[in-house]
């Protein structure tokens, strides 16, 4: 596509339920995050692909955070058993290759309250 | 790890004035980039700087990375409303796959 695209928008899930966050990155990029926004904070690097797999996941809060990515394009974040402190805006970016120099292009991001 | 920090965390000027936001980071960075955030959107790439005292320029945006390239500065000269937004710098150190944002600094200009 012409850019990150991720869905939801927007997400409200009680505690303890499950979420799944989806990423479409651009067409062709080979790599791809996901990093967390939390209200008036910078952005906290999750998980790193290239192509399908996750060479960096230093970043995941818990174990109940997991993330995978499929036929190099699609990456869904799963966030089991949700807790209040997990709302947050959840970005998504892509690059082409495997070094940042051309920027990330970011998604419009997922919008996460958890009551 | 790694750590960026960023300064101030608000700015609030009139229009016309400048605004200078800095970045510093614990460890030497590769490269450092600078991304604009519109209140309610999500973070665009500006720049990327690499060499040691690079000084570039975007109209009234100049974008400086420092000598021994741990620190980086953006300067917007004579402030517009379109400016209005929060600014975060980003390092990449010696692996350049992943970036370690600032908390940034969020402009706010009164017209």
Redesign the interface.
């Known amino acids: 596509g012409a850019g990150v695209s991720q869905s939801p928008s927007n997400k409200v899930t009680e505690k303890g339920k499950d979420v799944e966050l989806r990423c479409d990155p651009i067409s062709g990029h080979t ?1 791809l ?1 996901w ?1 967390r926004q939390s209200l008036g ?5 999750l998980i ?1 692909f ?1 192509g399908n797999s996750a060479p ?1 996941k230093s970043g995941l809060p818990s174990d109940r955070f997991s993330a995978e990515r499929t036929g190099g394009s699609v990456s869904t974040l799963t966030i089991q058993r949700t807790q209040q402190e997990d709302s947050a805006v959840y ?1 998504c970016a892509s690059i082409p290759g ?12 997922t919008r996460l309250t958890v009551v | 790890g790694q750590q960026v920090m960023q300064i101030p965390q608000y700015q609030h000027v009139q229009e016309g004035e400048d605004f200078t936001t800095y970045c510093n980071s614990s460890t030497t960075l590769s490269n450092i980039q600078w991304y604009k955030q519109r209140p309610g959107g999500h973070p665009v790439f500006l720049i990327q700087l690499v060499k040691s005292g690079e000084v570039k320029k975007q109209k009234r945006l100049t974008f400086q990375f420092g000598e021994a390239k741990k620190n980086s500065s953006l300067h917007i000269t004579a402030t517009q409303t379109t400016d209005v937004g929060t600014y975060f710098c980003a390092g990449s150190g010696g692996s350049n796959y992943k970036l370690t944002f600032g908390k940034g600094t969020l402009l706010t200009v009164n017209p």
């Open positions: 790599a995050y990093y904070q910078g952005l906290e690097f790193y290239q960096d970005l495997t070094g940042v120099g051309n920027g990330y292009t970011f998604g419009s991001g």
